[in-house]
C-alpha cells in the first residue's frame, strides 16, 4: 500500500544509516593535530633563512631557531612523561637546530604524540601526568604551538625580515593545509 502524507516512515530523517561525528571523533582530533603540523612546517618553511638564528634588536629573549627547538622539546618532555616506553624522539639542540631539522623532529614527535593521542581517546581518555583528560590536552599541544607560531612571526618582523601577508594568512587556512 503506497504511504499517504500523514504515514509516517520508520526513519523520518533518513539519518538511521548515517554514522553520527562522535563515531568519527578520533579521526577528526588527529587529522586537526596534523594539520596543526603542518601549519608549523609551513611556517619554518617560509622563514627568511637570515631570520632563523638572529637574535632579537634588544638582545633578549630566544632566536626563532630556539622557540621551534622548545616546541618540539616540549613535546618530547610530555612524551617522557606519558608515554615511557615507547618510541621518543631526540630533543633539539636550539643553537644548532636548521629548518629541515626542526621539521623532520616536529613529524617525529607529532607521530609520537598522534599515537599517544590515539590510544587515550580509544580507551580511558587519560593522559599520565595531565589533567584534566586527552582533549585538555590535544587542545593544550595546539594552543602552545599556535602561540609560538605567533611569536616567530612577531619576531620576523621586528628582525626586519617579516613573512609575507601570503604567508601569515595562509597559517590560517586549516581546510587547505
Given at each position: 500500500m503506497p504511504k499517504t502524507k500523514n504515514q509516517s516512515s520508520p526513519d523520518p530523517g533518513g539519518t538511521a544509516a548515517q554514522p553520527t561525528f562522535a563515531s568519527q571523533l578520533t579521526t577528526a582530533l588527529l587529522n586537526a593535530f596534523d594539520t596543526n603540523n603542518r601549519i608549523n612546517q609551513y611556517l619554518i618553511d617560509n622563514i627568511d633563512p637570515a631570520a632563523w638564528k638572529a637574535k632579537a634588536p634588544d638582545g633578549k629573549g630566544r632566536t626563532i631557531s630556539a622557540?621551534?627547538?622548545?616546541m618540539h622539546n616540549v613535546r618530547v618532555m610530555w612524551l617522557k612523561?606519558?608515554?615511557k616506553g615507547?618510541?621518543?624522539p631526540e630533543q633539539l639542540d636550539r643553537a644548532t637546530v636548521t629548518p629541515a631539522q626542526a621539521v623532520?623532529?616536529?613529524?617525529?614527535s607529532r607521530e609520537a604524540l598522534?599515537?599517544?593521542?590515539?590510544?587515550?581517546?580509544e580507551t580511558d581518555g587519560r593522559i599520565k601526568g595531565f589533567r584534566p583528560d586527552v582533549a585538555g590536552f590535544l587542545g593544550y599541544l595546539i594552543a602552545h604551538d599556535a602561540h609560538h607560531r605567533g611569536q616567530i612571526a612577531m619576531l620576523a618582523r621586528?628582525?626586519?625580515?617579516?613573512?609575507?601577508?601570503?604567508?601569515?594568512?595562509?597559517?590560517?587556512e586549516w581546510g587547505s593545509r
Amino acid at each position: 500500500m503506497p504511504k499517504t502524507k500523514n504515514q509516517s516512515s520508520p526513519d523520518p530523517g533518513g539519518t538511521a544509516a548515517q554514522p553520527t561525528f562522535a563515531s568519527q571523533l578520533t579521526t577528526a582530533l588527529l587529522n586537526a593535530f596534523d594539520t596543526n603540523n603542518r601549519i608549523n612546517q609551513y611556517l619554518i618553511d617560509n622563514i627568511d633563512p637570515a631570520a632563523w638564528k638572529a637574535k632579537a634588536p634588544d638582545g633578549k629573549g630566544r632566536t626563532i631557531s630556539a622557540i621551534v627547538a622548545h616546541m618540539h622539546n616540549v613535546r618530547v618532555m610530555w612524551l617522557k612523561v606519558s608515554a615511557k616506553g615507547s618510541e621518543i624522539p631526540e630533543q633539539l639542540d636550539r643553537a644548532t637546530v636548521t629548518p629541515a631539522q626542526a621539521v623532520q623532529a616536529l613529524e617525529q614527535s607529532r607521530e609520537a604524540l598522534s599515537k599517544l593521542i590515539g590510544r587515550a581517546l580509544e580507551t580511558d581518555g587519560r593522559i599520565k601526568g595531565f589533567r584534566p583528560d586527552v582533549a585538555g590536552f590535544l587542545g593544550y599541544l595546539i594552543a602552545h604551538d599556535a602561540h609560538h607560531r605567533g611569536q616567530i612571526a612577531m619576531l620576523a618582523r621586528q628582525l626586519g625580515r617579516p613573512l609575507p601577508q601570503k604567508i601569515n594568512f595562509g597559517m590560517w587556512e586549516w581546510g587547505s593545509r
